[in-house]
Antibody
């Protein structure tokens, strides 16, 4: 079955970092770009950036430049998104998605809560 | 950055109603627009891509139209499963989403 499976919920303190994983199954990670999107509770969707898992090339939203890092481990078919210097307004559901256009395949989401 | 303005933010309707949601782009995005449905606690589900192409498996009561800066999602006859939040997304230049339209039971 083709799917993206994300890591579990995280609780972090302000100033810490979080690393969310996104494991591709049923297809080879390097075949499609991986995009990261987040959604605060009751709010809209916000594009964070994307990565070409084949080359490792990334493109980040200006808002997250300097705080976000997208990487991958092709040997285990997994992509990662790390967000640093966390603030309370980073509390959100984080999604990985396959592709850069109309997206058919999404991860189930990872809730990241930032609280002191 | 391309801004997407979606309206209305909330829509109250009954089963069987025809429903229309509009999305306006701050500059031309050709037909590089998708529509998604999202239910609480779930990831978005692709309904329409390239402004008017129906995603496989999506009921034909959903349709999309428009190009350039003005786009519309229409549900021809609202069904109980359609009560959800809908988002437009431009992918002409990076991604931007509309603010969402919550379709509620009247």
């Amino acid at each position: 079955q083709v799917q993206l499976v994300q890591s579990g919920a995280e609780v972090k303190k302000p100033g810490a970092s979080v690393k969310v994983s996104c494991k591709a199954s049923g297809y080879t990670l390097t075949s499609f770009d991986i995009t990261w999107v987040r959604q605060a509770t009751g709010q809209g969707l916000e594009w964070m950036g994307w990565m070409n898992p084949n080359s490792g090339n990334t493109d980040y939203a200006q808002k997250f430049q300097g705080r976000v890092t997208m990487t991958r481990n092709t040997s285990i078919n997994t992509a990662y998104m790390e967000l640093s210097s966390l603030r309370s307004d980073d509390t959100a559901m984080y999604y990985c998605a396959r592709g850069r256009q109309g997206v058919r395949l999404w991860g189930q989401g990872t809730l990241v809560t930032v609280s002191s | 950055d391309i801004q997407m303005t979606q309206s209305p933010s909330t829509l109250s309707a009954s089963v069987g109603d025809r429903v229309t949601i509009t999305c306006r782009a701050s500059q031309s995005i050709s037909s590089w627009l998708a529509w998604y449905q999202q239910k609480p606690g779930k990831a978005p589900k692709l309904l329409i891509y390239k402004a008017s192409s129906l995603e496989s498996g999506v009921p034909s009561r959903f349709s999309g139209s428009g190009s350039g800066t003005e786009f519309t999602l229409t549900i021809s006859s609202l069904q109980p499963d359609d009560f959800a939040t809908y988002f437009c997304q431009q992918y002409n230049s990076y991604w931007t989403f509309g603010q969402g339209t919550k379709v509620e039971i009247k």
